[in-house]
């Protein structure tokens, strides 16, 4: 095994590591992207060509956990409170993708952009009971 030398080590290619690395490699970093989850990616490099495995298969993706970790194999665990022992629920809590790219490769995030009145909320709409709704600092003006 080599040593590797590097600035910087993220874990995860999800979106949040990819910017990370991304940002870091802008600033002249070297750095070493650490990923658990299998590469569907064919090559890195653009066009960024899947494989075939991605379909409409609705077992692939909900039964053989196509994209995240088998929850036999690797258990999440969900407790309420302390009172609930060790574990409440033992299996597939929350399905989070455990792939290169994280949970980008499942849903790439096209989003509608924000409407100027999303950014003023409170002033909106006025507060909420049970609720902290503030307005956002920054404006598109």
């Known amino acids: 095994m080599s040593d590797l030398d590097a600035d910087a080590v993220v874990v995860g290619s999800g979106p949040g590591g ?34 075939h495995e991605f ?10 956990h196509f994209l995240g970790p088998d929850p036999l194999a690797e ?23 455990s792939t290169v790219g994280g949970g980008g490769t499942h849903a790439d995030g096209k989003l509608p952009r924000f409407r100027a009145e999303d950014f003023r909320l409170h002033s909106e709409r006025g507060p909420i009971e049970g ?9 598109y003006d």
């Open 55 to 64: 379909s409409n298969d609705e077992l692939k993706f909900t039964r053989r």
């Open 131 to 139: 609720a902290a709704v503030s307005d956002w600092p920054v404006s």
């Open 18 to 51: 990819a910017t990370a690395a991304d940002v870091l490699t802008a600033a002249g970093w070297s750095v070493v992207v650490l990923e658990k989850g299998r590469n569907h990616l064919i090559d890195p490099e653009p066009p960024y060509a899947l494989r």
């Open 75 to 97: 258990p999440r665990t969900f407790r309420r409170t302390e009172a609930d022992g060790d574990r409440l629920l033992t299996g597939e809590v929350n399905n989070l993708p």
